[in-house]
């Protein structure tokens, strides 16, 4: 189920909140739209039922031969007024409860010897694209005096045409509502009455659209700025993992991100401290190695067997050796080289031509220029200690340089008898060495891969031995560009 989520924490934050987004308005349309029926059903009711009122005290006020033409006055497309002589036939109201709350809410309007006559029905009709299906009200016309029983329109009845603002309602309720005047008239009311709310006029739908746009471009920038530290403290421990001396984090932004900020500085600091320890221990123990050794030579070349006084000064200088390097690395930590953008390919290139003047077999494939921001006394050093290390074992070297779109590949090939898979890694580790005779002409004094693979790590690089099908032994310099 995971797989289908956003990987980033941006896309992750921004589809939750366009998801809760998505569902309020949902919600909230669903919550509009039933409102807007109950009051389209209230406000319609309530008007059909307050002209009807009115209309029946203004009718019952009248001079008999007034009420004809005040009734027929009075028609529109809205409502129908006939007056006849006999009772009009009110159509079947079926289940529908609000009958009887409009025939309550007309009976208080109207006077009192009028509401034992009141009669009140409303009935479900669907209309076509023009009229409402078969007159919903029969009664007695006025001009012919033909009437509807049954439910069969007699001739000269007129059917009601649907109101304009009534159309595309879906389901129509139809109010016919009779009343007997005080001389025995009858006077009939039918109005279609809309059953629900109307379709989603476009203002709210465009006034919908426009603010899930602002509150869309809203959460986009305030999950941005959210995110944004923690690109922040992914890049300084990118920084952190090539210089251990790069700058602080800034210790700006939100309270949450000022307290991740300063604890990164902090593991910064202890870090460096740790490794600063560890640097001066190395130093501080490899100097103070250097008197005891000189002591042990001048006690060694006084001794008068000559063949074990030679093989007691080779182990001397063995050590010393060993010692010289460590200071050296010692140094070499100690010491922070500047950073600034250099031609990888010239570098490389100086290093082999100052190899092939003095008389090693290094060669290098030409290749195109490619600058990386880097520090080329270090990366000098390490490709050094490599190409050393391949002209010592295999008697030669080839240089070639790949570039790709993220990463910068050297390789240092040679013809050798390669390395066991088992000692491919080991020979990264200090002092661990492939030749059991530890000569120092031979097996040097094991740090050359451990500075080369120091100084790769620090650019956030790495170096892989393969030995290659052919025969021979390939290092491979990685460097992010």
């Known amino acids: 189920m995971t797989r289908w989520l956003p990987r980033t924490l941006f896309v992750q934050?921004?589809?939750?909140?366009?998801?809760?987004?998505?569902?309020?308005h949902l919600v909230g349309t669903?919550?509009?739209?039933?409102?807007?029926?109950?009051?389209?059903?209230?406000?319609?009711?309530?008007?059909?039922?307050?002209?009807?009122?009115?209309?029946?005290?203004?009718?019952?006020?009248?001079?008999?031969?007034?009420?004809?033409?005040?009734?027929?006055?009075?028609?529109?497309?809205?409502?129908?007024?006939?007056?006849?002589?006999?009772?009009?036939?009110?159509?079947?109201?079926?289940?529908?409860?609000?009958?009887?709350?409009?025939?309550?809410?007309?009976?208080?309007?109207?006077?009192?010897?009028?509401?034992?006559?009141?009669?009140?029905?409303?009935?479900?009709?669907?209309?076509?694209?023009?009229?409402?299906?078969?007159?919903?009200?029969?009664?007695?016309?006025?001009?012919?005096?033909?009437m509807m029983a049954g439910g069969t329109m007699m001739r000269g009845v007129m059917p009601m045409a649907t109101p304009t603002w009534i159309r595309g309602a879906g389901s129509l309720r139809s109010l016919q509502a009779a009343v007997q005047l005080s001389d025995g008239q009858w006077?009939?009311?039918?109005?279609?009455?809309?059953?629900?709310?109307?379709?989603?006029?476009?203002?709210?739908?465009?006034?919908?659209?426009?603010?899930?746009?602002?509150?869309?471009?809203?959460?986009?920038?305030?999950?941005?700025?959210?995110?944004?530290?923690?690109?922040v403290l992914a890049r300084a421990a990118e920084h952190l993992g090539r210089d251990v001396n790069a700058p602080p984090v800034a210790e700006v932004g939100t309270r949450?991100?000022?307290?991740?900020?300063?604890?990164?500085?902090?593991?910064?600091?202890?870090?460096?401290?740790l490794l600063d320890n560890r640097t001066r221990m190395l130093a501080a123990l490899s100097h103070d190695l250097r008197t005891p050794l000189t002591m042990l030579r001048l006690r060694t070349?006084?001794?008068?067997?000559?063949?074990?006084?030679?093989?007691?000064?080779?182990?001397?200088?063995?050590?010393?050796?060993?010692?010289?390097?460590s200071l050296n690395f010692a140094r070499d930590q100690a010491i922070t080289e500047i950073a600034r953008?250099?031609?990888?390919?010239?570098?490389?290139?100086?290093?082999?031509?100052?190899?092939?003047?003095?008389?090693?077999?290094?060669?290098?494939?030409?290749?195109?220029?490619?600058?990386?921001?880097?520090?080329?006394?270090?990366l000098r050093r390490a490709l050094s200690n490599l190409i050393d290390n391949a002209v010592k074992y295999a008697g030669s070297a080839r240089l070639a340089i790949h570039i790709a779109a993220s990463v910068v590949r050297i390789d240092v090939e040679d013809d050798g008898p390669g390395i066991p898979e088992v000692e491919l890694q080991r020979v990264f580790e200090p002092f661990h060495r492939l030749e059991p005779s530890r000569s120092r002409e031979t097996g040097g004094t094991g740090l050359g891969l451990s500075i080369a693979l120091s100084i790769v790590q620090a650019h956030g690089g790495d170096i892989a031995l393969v030995n290659r099908p052919e025969g021979g032994l390939r290092a491979s310099v990685s460097l992010p560009r």
């Open 13 to 24: 934050m921004l589809f939750i909140l366009m998801a809760g987004l998505l569902a309020s």
């Open 30 to 146: 669903l919550i509009y739209a039933s409102d807007r029926a109950q009051a389209v059903q209230a406000i319609g009711g309530y008007a059909a039922t307050q002209r009807i009122a009115n209309l029946v005290q203004l009718i019952g006020e009248s001079p008999p031969a007034w009420r004809g033409r005040i009734a027929q006055a009075a028609n529109d497309s809205t409502l129908r007024v006939t007056l006849s002589q006999e009772p009009p036939v009110l159509a079947d109201a079926g289940t529908d409860t609000d009958s009887q709350t409009i025939r309550n809410y007309l009976a208080g309007q109207l006077p009192t010897e009028l509401v034992n006559q009141l009669r009140v029905t409303i009935a479900t009709a669907t209309p076509d694209s023009n009229d409402v299906p078969p007159q919903i009200v029969p009664s007695q016309m006025m001009s012919g005096g033909n």
């Open 187 to 231: 006077l009939a009311f039918a109005a279609v009455l809309p059953n629900g709310s109307p379709p989603t006029p476009w203002p709210f739908a465009a006034a919908t659209a426009t603010m899930a746009v602002i509150i869309v471009m809203a959460s986009a920038w305030a999950v941005g700025r959210v995110t944004a530290p923690l690109r």
């Open 256 to 273: 949450e991100m000022r307290q991740a900020a300063q604890s990164f500085n902090q593991m910064q600091s202890r870090i460096r401290l």
């Open 301 to 325: 070349e006084a001794l008068p067997e000559a063949e074990e006084r030679e093989r007691m000064l080779a182990t001397i200088g063995e050590l010393d050796d060993m010692i010289g390097a």
């Open 341 to 378: 953008r250099t031609d990888v390919t010239a570098l490389v290139a100086s290093i082999v031509d100052d190899m092939a003047d003095a008389g090693l077999p290094v060669t290098m494939v030409p290749a195109e220029p490619v600058v990386l921001e880097c520090q080329p006394g270090a």
